[in-house]
Antibody
């Protein structure tokens, strides 16, 4: 059974930093592209970042470019999101999501809540 | 980049059929696959349709997807509505390193 367990969320002040982790199991992590997708409270879904299976190709949404860094450790079956210069509008549940195909997100983790507030 | 526009909400009675649309703002809807996700309150999204019209195993055949090039839109149709279908539904597509979601449609089954 595929499991994706996010951690690292919490309350942080504007301008602060946070590092999210996603522990993957139940599939060959190193063979799959991975993504972070977020959802602000009461709002819709927003793709945040993509990383290829080897980590050699990375993309970011314009809203986080230059502030967030995605990475992965295939030896540890883990995905990360380093978030710097956080803003109130970054407040959201952050989901770790497998790229079942380049165009398709499946499955999803349960998410971790990041709250940016003073 | 393009946008995907969905109705904010739809409602229908149990046993009836409902269709949720997803209109692409620019570029052809047929040029990139469309996926549909169901999200129940407090839960992560799950796929109900992928690659325009494919159902993952475990998704009942009451769920179907289609695309219409004339209106540049995709549709999710749910027949024989059940109260358990009440949820938010999101369409999603991809083009040139940009993954785009529709704004979501709240389905009420009353």
């Amino acid at each position: 059974e595929v499991q994706l367990v996010e951690s690292g969320g919490g309350l942080v002040q504007p301008g602060g930093s946070l590092r999210l982790s996603c522990a993957a199991s139940g599939f060959t992590f190193s063979s799959y592209e991975m993504n972070w997708v977020r959802q602000a409270p009461g709002k819709g879904l927003e793709w945040v970042s993509y990383i290829s299976s080897s980590g050699s190709t990375i993309y970011y949404a314009d809203s986080v470019k230059g502030r967030f860094t995605i990475s992965r450790d295939n030896a540890k079956n883990s995905l990360y999101l380093q978030m710097n210069s956080l803003r109130a509008e970054d407040t959201a549940v952050y989901y770790c999501v497998v790229g079942a195909a380049r165009w398709w997100f499946d499955p999803w983790g349960q998410g971790t809540l990041v709250t940016v507030s003073s | 980049n393009f946008m995907l526009t969905q109705p904010h909400s739809v409602s229908e009675s149990p046993g009836k059929t409902v269709t949720i649309s997803c209109t692409r703002s620019s570029g052809s809807i047929a040029s990139n696959y469309v996926q549909w996700y169901q999200q129940r309150p407090g839960s992560a999204p799950t796929t109900v349709i992928y690659e325009d019209n494919q159902r993952p195993s475990g998704v009942p055949d009451r769920f179907s997807g289609s695309i219409d090039s004339s209106s540049n839109s995709a549709s999710l149709t749910i027949s024989g509505l059940k109260t358990e279908d009440e949820a938010d539904y999101y369409c999603q597509s991809y083009d040139s390193s940009a993954w785009v979601f529709g704004g979501g449609t709240k389905l009420t089954v009353l």
